[in-house]
């Protein structure tokens, strides 16, 4: 039987912070016992947290196309991704694979299919040091989701989908200001141009968003796999999601919406890097703001995955009604109990000794070793 023992641990639980030493045994959590110990690897004070669980990152995307029209070698470009995430203290990462094109970009069908099958040949290969699922983005208002999603029906990989507008007017883009400046501004477009994009989008909306939406949750389901709803603005939109099943509630743009979500008993979730920064790079709500109003479940990474962890950090630091084993919670107990992984994301005898050794006087936390299943990773 192999057996590790860590020893002068800050270990995070659930509820409390415990000083203590924490057994191993054979890829799981053995015994924890509150008292100093001479015995195994000395943390010298250092935290102890379970491994961080990200639902929501577009990590991989930018590593597989860094710049526009460029495609980069799909397996370098996953082991980029995976050192980047397991450095950051992530055990259990959800890839998001973008399902639907349109004019403004997207991927050709197959080509999600072909990175899927690239990153579990790498997990055959022993070529990754955390655990990757799949995180389906679906663009609900494009022509193709459905031809896309298809191909991943019988994949056992797939635990997450998410529905997705980002149509003028809709959920992320209340106001044509917002979506002007990230569109018209940012691409550089023409008036002309623009015109005819925003025409396109809302045509595409109105033709086929329900229909999408109905079929996806259905499809999602008959299968088992998680339903997140994404951009809710309105009481609408929540009711609509609780129709749909969703169980996460991601990037909500009102506190309206965000707490309707809540009361639900749906997760809310918001991105770290908002957490960090203080507002939204989009000019929707600020993430502390729910965090005060007790209804912030889960974090996300989202573009930044040291973000995770720093921003639980930022949370118990600056919000008063937050302690930090409530804050670790966000990205590690809660994120794994709203996809249904009941093995992992707290530190408990009988669970996955996904683990993460946390150095934090003051700032940004300095992640100092990860394991994961009792294996050291990084």
């Known amino acids: 039987m192999s057996e590790q023992i860590f020893s002068n641990a800050r270990i995070i639980l659930e509820d409390r912070i415990v000083d203590g030493n924490l057994v191993i045994r054979d890829g799981k959590i053995a015994a924890i016992d509150e008292g100093s110990s001479r ?26 196309s860094p710049r526009p029209g460029v495609r980069w070698h799909m397996t370098s470009a996953i082991q980029a991704h995976d ?32 990175m899927a099958d690239a990153i579990q040949a790498a997990e055959r290969d022993d070529r990754l040091r955390a655990e990757h699922l799949i995180h389906l983005r679906c663009e609900v208002a494009s022509d193709n989701v459905l031809e896309h999603f298809a191909d991943f029906a ?43 994009f925003v025409e396109s989008r809302l045509s595409l909306s109105e033709r086929y968003s329900a229909l999408h939406r109905d079929t996806l949750a259905k499809a999602c389901a008959e299968r088992g796999i998680t339903v997140a709803s994404h951009d809710d603005a309105t009481l609408a939109h929540v009711e609509e999601a609780k129709g ?6 991601e990037f909500p743009t009102s506190i309206e919406a965000a707490e309707a979500s ?56 600056e919000i008063k009604e937050i302690s930090l084993p409530q804050a670790v919670a966000m990205v590690t107990a ?45």
């Not at 749909?244 to 509630?249: N, P, S, Y």
């Not at 008993?265 to 890097?273: Q, R, T, Y």
């Not at 809660?334 to 994301?345: K, Y």
């Not at 009988?350 to 990860?370: F, M």
Request: proline share 4%; charged share 25%; hydrophobic share 35%.
């Open 83 to 114: 050192a980047q995430i397991v450095t950051s203290g992530i055990t259990t990462v959800f890839d998001c694979l973008r399902m639907g094109s349109d004019e403004d970009g997207g991927f050709d069908k197959g080509e999600m299919r072909d």
């Open 334 to 378: 809660t994120p794994a109990r709203t996809v249904g992984l009941a093995d992992r994301g707290r530190i408990e005898p009988g669970l996955r000794a996904d683990l993460v050794r946390v150095r934090r006087d003051q700032g940004v936390p300095v992640i100092r070793a990860v394991w994961r299943e009792g294996r050291r990773v990084a």
């Open 154 to 196: 019988h994949d056992p990989h797939v635990r997450l989908v998410s529905l997705m507008d980002h149509s003028p007017g809709q959920r992320q883009f209340q106001t044509m200001e917002q979506y002007t400046l990230y569109y018209k501004t940012k691409r550089g477009l023409t008036d002309e141009q623009f015109a005819r």
């Open 39 to 64: 015995t195994g690897e000395d943390f010298g004070g250092d935290y102890l947290i379970p491994g961080l669980i990200e639902l929501h990152t577009d990590h991989l995307e930018s590593h597989y």
């Open 262 to 317: 809540h009361q639900s008993g749906m997760s809310v979730l918001m991105g770290a890097p908002n957490v960090v920064r203080g507002k939204s790079h989009s000019g929707n709500i600020a993430a502390r703001d729910l965090a005060k109003r007790g209804v912030l479940d889960v974090l996300s990474s989202d573009y930044v995955p040291l973000s995770l962890l720093h921003a639980s950090f930022v949370l118990a630091d």
């Open 244 to 249: 749909h099943g969703v169980k996460l509630a």
